[in-house]
């Protein structure tokens, strides 16, 4: 069994920028590029090791 810790609260503070937020969709884009460079591998063999990912690039 593990043993319970005790934690005490953790203090928050809000920043302001003037830089507009990104959604929290915005996080799920990695493991979409990682999962389309999978699909790339299993399919062809070759690896996608740079990025941004353009269609004119080598593969």
């Given amino acids: 069994m593990v043993p319970r810790c005790a934690a005490g609260p953790v203090p928050l503070r809000r920043l ?9 969709g915005g ?3 990695v493991d979409i590029a990682a999962a389309v460079a999978n699909g790339v591998h299993h399919a062809t063999g070759t690896r996608l090791r740079s990025l941004p990912r353009t269609l004119d690039a080598p593969v």
């Fill in 16 to 24: 302001s920028s003037q830089i507009a937020g990104g959604t929290v």
């Fill in 27 to 29: 996080v799920g884009l």
